[in-house]
């Protein structure tokens, strides 16, 4: 999808998204967003949202503003300092403008207010309670995961864990996630699963066809079962691949200097 010209400017098309199929409440707005559309060149091209990848400033901001139409006018929106970390963000009211903070996660209550964060192979994780109050995005690569940072967001919501449901995003699947043993072995020790752990690591971690001492992780899988140990019975999403789908999706494995997608939840007034 190219730029569209009016008035002898530029405005930036607005990107193709995914919305989670999930039964959230109308008070909840979720997407992610594909790298189709946006004034992004090169290795970036399309609808790159990241700053910090190297791209030209001027077309991120451009297509920053464009994400924002796809809002209520006047939508505020907390951006993150992902650090492959577990801190969770609490958005405030009455903060204008948001001013960026470091965390992998973050948990929306008030009316008007949403929060992103940006992916490129990393597992980003939607929450909503089921009265649609308070809403959530984690991103989840596999520190993330290991050191908890799905259970910290779900703490940080103050809701029941099984009064809310989860939906998983685009992210690189086992058909090309290859990671050492080293690995397997800290998702082993640091079990959450007690005695279901050789299972849960069985159907997680498949031995690399192509090297030895290696193993193919299923994100998706680690994270369901996550998840559901933390009280979330309703989790939905995966089965996508960033890596395989380049029309759609940045990929930082694939392509190590590339763009970001963002996955953003917004709580609005409908309920």
């Known amino acids: 999808m190219s730029p569209i010209l009016k008035g002898g400017s530029i405005e930036v098309a607005l990107p193709e998204i995914i919305r989670p199929d999930w039964p959230a409440p109308a008070s909840v707005t979720a997407f992610v967003t594909c790298r ?27 297509n920053r503003h464009q994400l924002k139409q796809l809002l209520p006018v006047g939508a505020k929106v907390q ?42 192979d990393c597992l980003p ?26 259970e910290k967001t779900i703490q940080a919501m103050g809701v029941l864990p099984d009064h809310l449901m989860a939906w998983m995003g685009p992210a690189i699947a086992p058909c090309h996630f290859e990671v050492g043993a080293e690995v397997m072995e800290a998702f082993a020790e640091h079990s959450v699963w007690g005695r279901r752990h050789i299972p849960v690591i069985d159907a997680a971690f498949a031995r690399s066809p192509a090297h030895a001492n290696r193993f193919m992780m299923d994100i998706y899988q680690v994270a369901r079962e996550r998840l559901l140990h933390a ?35 917004y709580l609005n007034t409908s309920r």
């Open 36 to 62: 189709q559309g946006g004034l992004s060149k090169g290795p970036f091209a399309g609808f790159n949202v990241g700053q910090h990848v190297g791209d030209d400033s001027l077309a991120v901001r451009r």
């Open 125 to 150: 994780v939607f929450f909503t309670d089921i009265e649609g109050t308070v809403v959530a995005v984690a991103h989840a690569g596999w520190r993330g995961l290991l050191d908890g940072v799905l």
């Open 79 to 120: 951006w993150l300092n992902q650090v492959h970390g577990t801190h969770v963000v609490k958005v405030a009211a009455r903060v204008t403008p948001l001013r960026r903070k470091t965390g992998d996660a973050a948990v929306v209550s008030c009316v008007g207010y949403g929060a992103v964060v940006m992916t490129a």
């Open 231 to 265: 009280g979330v019975q309703k989790v939905s999403g995966g089965g996508l691949c960033t890596v395989c789908d380049s029309t759609r999706f940045y990929s930082y494995r694939r392509e190590s200097i590339t763009g970001r997608m963002a996955s953003l939840i």
